[in-house]
């Protein structure tokens, strides 16, 4: 059972220019959390979102963040007009149900450089 | 809302030598309690996580934790760790009542081993 998955790994984007990361659940995985490290610092929740739906984006930036998750086909965390202060690991983990004590499984994340 | 905080943020030790890494948290709702470790340029693993019964729960690798109520702990002890126990270590808190993981980290611990 692969684990979960996310491309690229490093991405380098030019102030103003947009960023697709992209992560594929455990199989059977129903539940992805989108997270976000800056440099030096732990990491913080960004978004919660089932199949189709976002249930809890509390921690998105209210512009230029937006997140997905289709029927088919990997979660998106989209970021349009990159600044540097975007630079950041941004982490997906996902888990076979909701609760609280359930284990999140992480990605090795993408690593997102602005130029 | 919860909080995390980890009082050292690196902790050198040498070889076989024992090690605490110190995790204190605030919430004003029960809480599950975990701890990640991170190695370099990979994604998070959950070590352990704490979620009711045994105050004292154990990893496969050696690592142990205490959650400690009274004093709204949860620190990680190896009686002797290894060179490859070298990595960042997170501890991360989530609400009980919370309906989801959405998991809140402290700031990080990086442990050093040196031989």
Not at chain 1, 42 to 58: A, R
Not at chain 1, 64 to 92: H, M, N, T, W
Not at chain 2, 1 to 17: G, I, M
Not at chain 2, 65 to 92: G, M, W
Request: hydrophobic fraction near 35%.
């Amino acid at each position: 059972n692969a684990g979960v998955m996310q491309n690229p790994r490093h991405l380098v984007r030019r102030r103003g220019q947009e960023a697709r990361l992209r992560c594929s659940p455990m199989k059977g995985h129903s539940h992805v959390y989108w997270y976000r490290q800056l440099p030096e610092e732990g990491l913080k929740f960004m978004v919660y979102l089932q199949k189709e739906n976002i249930i809890d984006e509390s921690g998105m930036p209210k512009e230029r963040f937006s997140a997905e998750f289709p029927k088919e086909g990997p979660s998106i965390l989209r970021i349009q007009q990159v600044v540097r202060g975007d630079s950041a690991a941004y982490f997906c983990a996902s888990s076979p149900s909701p609760g609280s004590e359930d284990t999140q499984y992480f990605g090795p994340g993408t690593r997102l450089t602005v130029l | 809302a919860q909080s995390v905080t980890q009082l050292d943020s690196q902790v050198p030790v040498f070889e076989e030598a024992p090690v605490e890494l110190r995790c204190n948290y605030s919430s004003s709702v029960s809480v599950y309690l975990f701890w990640y470790v991170q190695y370099p340029n990979q994604g998070l693993q959950l070590l352990l996580k704490y979620l009711s019964g045994s105050t004292l729960v154990e990893s496969i690798n050696g690592f142990e934790a205490e959650f400690n109520k009274s004093q709204t702990s949860f620190h990680l002890r190896k009686p002797s760790v290894h060179i490859s126990d070298t990595a960042e270590y997170f501890c991360a808190v989530s609400a009980r009542s919370g309906g989801y993981n959405k998991l809140i980290f402290g700031a990080g611990t990086r442990l050093a081993v040196h031989p």
